[in-house]
């Protein structure tokens, strides 16, 4: 698994003809990692997994960005703000 820290088999619910492309809507039914991508608590780290994702409007591949806060304190916020 070298070359895949990160796996998730899922099962394809639908497939949606959008013009040239298809869109697939699937369900996650099993996870596997590496130790290499674990957290101290076991959990999954997505900074060690480092995934990408191509951008095709602009053809360019983009990295996740940093981590911002816990859902629930950041979520909070952007109400206030919001308001």
């Given at each position: 698994?070298a070359?895949?820290?990160?796996v998730?088999?899922?099962r394809?619910l ?5 013009g ?6 699937g ?6 990692a590496?130790?290499?991508?674990l957290?101290?608590?076991r959990?999954l ?5 480092d995934?990408?994702?191509y951008?095709?409007?602009k ?5 996740i ?11 909070a ?6 308001t």
């Amino acid at each position: 698994m070298a070359e895949f820290p990160l796996v998730l088999e899922c099962r394809l619910l639908h497939a949606l003809e959008l013009g040239l492309h298809t869109r697939f809507i699937g369900e996650i039914v099993d996870v596997k990692a590496e130790e290499s991508v674990l957290g101290e608590d076991r959990s999954l780290d997505i900074e060690r997994v480092d995934p990408f994702f191509y951008i095709p409007t602009k053809r360019i591949y983009h990295r996740i960005g940093p981590y911002l806060e816990k859902a629930h304190s950041i979520g909070a916020d952007l109400r206030k703000a919001g308001t």
